[in-house]
């Protein structure tokens, strides 16, 4: 499974918001983690659009969590950055090909299917039981008082 760069960068500015006291500006989220403004920006605009954060306008304008961080889960800003497609998509390839079996005998998924299935079940589960209060809670965030 491959996720965007942006899922990375979208999770460690959530977890910098969930330390934060007020609104953090977008250009202060780039500069701590080095990465670039404008493709920032969009992540950042999708995770507002998703309801996880909320952007505030003005001279202390910036964004802040929308939910306490223990109610925004690692999946939700996943989904938010990349989508809610599945990974795997089924093009029933055991129905073409010498090998090609009749529709009929295609009536439930194959053995494959089934085991992508599977997999994206439990990583989707494992994402939504992973929170950004628990991330915080896991990565030295001791130096976030300093910059903010």
Do not use: N
């Not at 910098?16 to 493709?39: C, D, F, I, M, T």
């Amino acid at each position: 499974m491959k996720l965007s760069a942006g899922v990375e960068w979208s999770i460690h500015c959530c977890v910098v918001l969930s330390q934060a006291e007020q609104p953090v500006p977008s250009a202060r989220l780039a500069e701590l983690h080095g990465v670039s403004k404008a493709y920032l920006a969009k992540h950042l605009h999708q995770l507002a659009r998703a309801g996880l954060i909320l952007p505030s306008e003005g001279r202390d304008g910036g964004y802040a969590l929308a939910r306490v961080a223990g109610e925004i889960t690692v999946l939700q800003v996943v989904q938010a950055i990349d989508g809610e497609r599945p990974a795997f998509r089924c093009t029933e390839i055991r129905q073409q090909g010498v090998l090609a079996q009749p529709p009929e005998k295609c009536l439930e998924a194959c053995g494959i299917a089934k085991v992508m299935a599977d997999a994206e079940r439990a990583w989707r589960d494992s994402l939504a039981g992973t929170t950004i209060a628990d991330l915080a809670a896991s990565l030295d965030t001791s130096r976030l008082d300093e910059v903010l």
